[in-house]
């Protein structure tokens, strides 16, 4: 290209002289790319250190301002064999980051300290039936205290700030009754070594949090694994837009660097990168990713287009207007804001245990205690007794029993190809009993393809060879047949009409029917849902009809969900012509065609009034609203920006299997969680007695506790092994067989990257 | 039991010790990149290097 590129939002000036940058890099897989890469750029005058880390395939590239910039990196980059996107790392990431950080940091006081104070509890244990000095039992307790109290102190901090603010907002969760428990346990045992007591109960105590920390941090690093994946995807589609700066140069920008009032040329076959308003040119383009509708609607000057349209046939001059102005954002905007307001906050099943856990727990060991008391034993014995119970209760398990799951879960899906925007969707996936599907790019691909079925094979080969020359999306789907990747010598484009070129000794045209000269007889350039590009050459004239092709597994796929009892629906914002062969293909009953944004909430609405809930798939701006009003949602990835937001989960691919996985591996989580919350609930019943009998030792309190945690992390594990029934998706990750398309091709954004590919 | 005045301490030191290292090695990012760091050291190319050294 020969324009200028201007990455400066992405680069990171350091008062040295030297300029930072972070790219995420696409195609990383082994040893040897960490090594290309690294001296590849090393060697390049100027840049002073690369480094690539391999687990979030990003670089990090430090150099010189002045003797080399970004552009020439990302170029250097793409000459040793690697597409990489600058990207300017999210807030939220480096909280995720400090965050996790933090958390390995308490793990490991707690850690260190567990295993100190258990090799003190041990030997006072043995020595309690053996030949301890009451002396030196009271020396290992003031040493147990001179440990644990100082590391709780520090590493019960995530707990103790989470239970405080949850009191300051008048509700109470989980870490409230952890909290109260450490610090009875802790509490309780300093007051008995300073009365020279044989139990005390630092170990349980520390060990809580240790076991409790290990939830968090696995729970946390889900979370931020899911994070940066979904950062380096952003990035990877990150479009560039072609600005015209005030001397009518064309500058080559990231589109997260436009400003309102810019303006934009946007070519035939480019994806118009920002909202606005046509200030010159006029051509069709292509809204099926905004509104579903696949015929490409005319524009010219003052004409608003939205993000994600596809330029058709004329280049156009754009003034980007402010992020979410327009009518029809407008309207999407607000049914969303309604929606999300509208949306039943859904409590998780762990928060509705915790609701139910902790004033049964704090009840018992009152009554424990005043129990006690009426049947005669000290104050003294009874309070102790109470704690003991509290401690045993202490939610170590239940506290795990879910985020394991969940934990676990989110893995499956994610070498399933589905990224999770939430980690409770799990939980309401698992739910779902109906499941609607927008038609356009999500049943459909979200590039349009060739339907060769009646076309002579070799005029087929030299249509699509010569549509190598054009940029017009039609040519483009048409190019990806051609078996010859060489453009014909000679091809002229004319915008917005199509290509000619000589072949063979024969002038050849490609293009709109007028431009090929067609008998007005099946000149209609759409029908109902095949747009048709006409091939001209000699006497001859072919009519090639490029069609939204259904997802190659959609039949299987929705059959298997049938099948799974679901009740299938499709509501679509393209005409009932396009809608109804769809739905007759995939045995889909209940369709609907020509919806609005707020027909979809409608429907949506009128469903969970019934008591369904809704899993709602869909890809377009117009489904982003309905996204949010269902009870859960998934997203393409090709999908708008706006829409993948909503969604609570995003899958990668050709393929629709990932909806089906997604929903097996959710309901399969979902039974583990309530085994999970079984289990616990037994070995309650079974430990409480026991504590309330006033039996539970500090021994006792260390089996039970370790052993129940043990027990549900086991059960938990269970959720890797392989579903039957689901084997659609248990195919490999779908984006590995397909090969690279060309650089031409990518208009509508780049070949969804496998999940391994961008974070292993 | 005299010898535990000094083989109390002692554990606690050691274990403290590692305490330390854990945070030192958390804190200079050596768990940043966990499988680059188990493919970095596949490359031998740093091994011609020394030979032309010697």
Redesign the interface.
């Known amino acids: 290209m020969g324009e200028i590129v201007d990455f400066s939002t992405f680069v990171e000036r350091k008062t040295d002289g030297t300029a930072h940058m972070t790219l995420a890099v696409e195609g990383v897989g082994?040893?040897?790319c960490?090594?290309k890469i690294e001296s590849g750029l090393n060697k390049l005058p100027g840049v002073v250190d690369a480094r690539?880390?391999?687990?979030?395939r990003r670089l990090a590239v430090d150099w010189r301002d002045g003797e080399i910039d970004a552009a020439r990196i990302v170029k250097a980059l793409e000459g040793i064999g690697y597409r990489a996107h600058p990207f300017a790392p999210e807030r939220a990431e480096a909280d995720e980051t400090r965050q996790a950080?933090w958390l390995?940091?308490c793990l490991?006081?707690a850690g260190?300290a567990a295993?100190?104070v258990m090799?003190?509890s041990i030997s006072v244990w043995s020595g309690n039936v053996s030949d301890m000095?009451p002396e030196?039992r009271d020396?290992f307790h003031w040493?147990s205290a001179l440990?644990a109290l100082p590391a709780a102190a520090y590493a019960g901090q995530p707990f103790f700030q989470s239970a405080l603010r949850a009191l300051r907002a008048r509700h109470t969760n989980m870490d409230v009754p952890i909290t109260i428990g450490v610090v009875l346990a802790l509490g309780l045992s300093v007051y008995e070594t300073a009365t020279h007591a044989d139990h005390v109960y630092f170990d349980s105590a520390i060990m809580l949090l240790f076991f409790l920390l290990c939830g968090r941090y696995l729970e946390q690093a889900m979370r931020r694994k899911t994070r940066l994946f979904a950062g380096n995807l952003a990035s990877h589609k990150a479009e560039f837009a072609h600005r015209l700066d005030g001397k009518g140069e064309l500058i080559h920008v990231p589109v997260a660097a436009l400003q309102p009032n810019d303006q934009v040329l946007v070519r035939p076959g480019e994806v118009v990168p920002a909202d606005g308003t046509i200030v010159d040119g006029a051509s069709a383009i292509d809204e099926s990713l905004v509104t579903g509708e696949t015929t490409p609607r005319a524009v010219a000057a003052g004409a608003k287009v939205y993000a994600g349209s596809i330029n058709f046939s004329g280049a156009l001059t754009l003034q980007v207007s402010a992020a979410g102005s327009g009518t029809l954002v407008d309207e999407i905007e607000r049914l969303l804001q309604k929606a999300i307001e509208a949306k039943s906050r859904t409590v998780r099943l762990a928060d509705r245990a915790a609701r139910l856990y902790a004033p049964v727990v704090h009840a018992t060991a009152a009554l424990t205690a005043i129990g006690w008391l009426i049947a005669g034993a000290s104050f003294h014995d009874s309070i102790v007794i109470a704690i003991a119970v509290l401690i045993i209760t202490c939610p170590c398990a239940l506290a795990l029993a879910v985020p394991v799951v969940q934990v676990v879960a989110a893995g499956q899906l994610f070498r399933s190809s589905v990224i999770l925007n939430s980690g409770d969707a799990i939980e309401r996936l698992a739910e779902v009993d109906t499941v609607i599907f927008d038609k356009t790019g999500t049943l459909t691909l979200p590039d349009p393809e060739v339907d060769a079925a009646s076309i002579d094979p070799e005029m087929l080969e030299r249509a699509a060879r010569l549509a190598l020359s054009s940029h017009h999306p039609l040519a483009v789907a048409l190019a990806r047949r051609a078996r010859e990747r060489a453009p014909y010598p000679g091809a002229v484009e004319e915008p917005g009409q199509g290509v000619r070129a000589g072949i063979d000794g024969q002038a050849a045209r490609l293009g709109s029917a007028s431009f090929c000269r067609t008998a007005t007889g099946d000149a209609a350039a759409h029908e109902s849902d095949a747009s048709f590009i006409f091939f001209a050459r000699g006497g001859e004239t072919l009519r090639i009809p490029i069609r939204q092709s259904l997802r190659p597994d959609a039949v299987a796929v929705t059959q298997a969900l049938a099948a799974r009892g679901l009740d299938l629906i499709i509501l679509s914002g393209d005409r009932p012509e396009a809608v109804g062969p769809v739905a007759s293909r995939l045995g889909i009953g209940q369709w609907r065609a020509s919806l609005t944004p707020a027909e979809k909430i409608e429907a949506i609405e009128r469903l969970k009034s019934q008591g369904h809930r809704v899993l709602m798939v869909g890809d377009g701006l117009n489904d982003a609203p309905a996204l949010a009003a269902a009870h859960v949602s998934l997203s393409p990835i090709t999908a708008a920006h706006l829409t993948q937001a909503q969604a609570d989960a995003v899958f990668l691919g050709d393929r629709l299997a990932p909806v089906l996985r997604a929903i097996a591996v959710a309901r399969r989580a979902r039974w583990l969680m309530k085994q999970n919350l079984a289990l616990t609930v037994i070995y309650n019943a079974l430990a409480v007695p026991i504590a309330i009998a006033g039996l539970v030792t500090p021994l006792i309190a260390a089996i039970a506790m370790s052993g129940s945690s043990i027990l549900v992390t086991l059960n938990a594990l269970r959720a890797r092994l392989p579903i039957r029934g689901a084997e659609i998706g248990e195919m490999p990750m779908p984006a590995m067989s397909v090969p690279m398309v060309e650089p031409e091709a990518q208009t509508r954004g780049p070949v969804a990257p496998t999940a391994m590919e961008l974070v292993? | 039991?005299n010898v535990?005045l000094y083989l109390?301490p002692l554990?606690?030191m050691l274990?403290?010790t590692?305490?330390i290292a854990?945070?030192w090695t958390?804190k200079s990012g050596q768990?940043?990149?966990?499988?680059?760091a188990a493919?970095?050291i596949?490359?031998d190319?740093d091994i011609g290097r020394t030979n032309e050294g010697a």
Do not use: E
């Open positions: 082994c040893a040897g960490i090594r690539l880390n391999f687990t979030q950080k390995l940091k490991a006081v260190f295993m100190n090799l003190l000095t030196t020396l040493l440990i292993s | 039991m535990l109390v554990a606690l274990g403290l590692g305490l854990f945070l958390l768990y940043d990149d966990l499988d680059g493919l970095r596949l490359p190319d």
